[in-house]
């Protein structure tokens, strides 16, 4: 009836880059944000209907962002800042399983939001000589508030070998309200970013099959859709989110007391127009993702 777990896993990260001399680039050319959560839970079947589990997460970030300078040199090429920086944080999960029939059971989670903080970032330009002293190396802090997610699902065997799936996920993204860089040393050309972000919170609604093709076979398939949280107004190179659906397929395969998961995933972006009210710049985006994965367990 007890359960002791270990995991690592990146429950959030962004990659995007554009060529150096886009029309935005003086707003973003490359940022990338890595995250990954290691957790330790422990869980507790208290009766053979219902059973409970709590984790902490111990988090961390890798921070990078690069930018075009409008300065030119001899040559007519504009300058760059570079941006990276690293930090941690903590958190909490809760999570509640309970069989309310021999085919039907409900699951409800909680994973709290965790603030990484960037204490010890360092930027860099690329300037000509002449100006290196308006656009210093220094070092900056930052924080990246991750949001928490809510989660609540049902699950019906359907048959012996097919359990089918749905889950809603509340994502509390408003806690990302503004992306801040304190700089240690400024400038008239190099001031602190506060830059207006006001996500809102969103739902994500999924469902998925799992067949069950032998006793050593399972395999999986799966669909959700994922409001964007980028209110009209706000949408930014870095982050120019749209509504998006996902489609995926996976299996796990077990061998005694180990098993191997592999998944595969598409995600299409729908296409979306906007303005910054903050830079007054304005674009069209659409997106696209194919996102593989595997994983390996041991069951003592």
């Not at 889950?167 to 001031?191: G, H, I, K, P, R």
């Not at 949408?235 to 989110?241: A, M, Q, R, W, Y």
């Amino acid at each position: 009836r007890f359960v002791f777990g270990l995991s690592a896993y990146t429950p959030f990260g962004s990659g995007i880059s554009y060529e150096d001399d886009w029309k935005g680039q003086f707003l973003l050319r490359e940022m990338s944000l890595q995250t990954i959560f290691y957790q330790a839970t422990v869980a507790f079947q208290i009766t053979d209907k219902l059973g409970i589990g709590a984790g902490f997460v111990f988090g961390t970030g890798d921070f990078e962002l690069r930018r075009g300078v409008p300065i030119q040199d001899g040559s007519g090429s504009y300058g760059e800042g570079v941006l990276k920086g690293g930090g941690s944080g903590m958190g909490l999960n809760i999570g509640l399983f309970y069989d309310i029939a021999d085919n039907i059971s409900i699951g409800a989670s909680y994973r709290s939001g965790v603030r990484v903080d960037l204490s010890d970032g360092n930027a860099r330009f690329d300037v000509p000589p002449a100006l290196n002293e308006n656009f210093p190396e220094t070092g900056f802090t930052s924080q990246i508030n991750l949001p928490s997610v809510t989660n609540i699902g049902i699950s019906i065997q359907a048959t012996e070998k097919l359990l089918v799936a749905f889950d809603v996920n509340y994502v509390a993204w408003s806690s990302y309200d503004t992306l801040s860089f304190d700089f240690e040393e400024n400038t008239e050309q190099l001031e602190d970013i506060n830059s207006p972000r006001k996500y809102k919170n969103v739902v994500i609604l999924r469902t998925g099959l799992e067949y069950k093709l032998s006793d050593n076979l399972d395999i999986r398939g799966g669909a959700y859709y994922d409001f964007s949280p980028v209110q009209d107004g706000y949408l930014t190179p870095e982050t120019p989110d749209t509504d998006k659906l996902g489609f995926s397929m996976g299996a796990t395969y077990k061998i005694n007391d180990f098993s191997i998961d592999a998944s595969l995933m598409y995600i299409h972006g729908s296409e979306r127009s906007d303005r910054n009210f903050e830079t007054e710049f304005a674009g069209r985006w659409t997106s696209s993702a194919l996102i593989g994965g595997i994983a390996f367990s041991y069951k003592f």
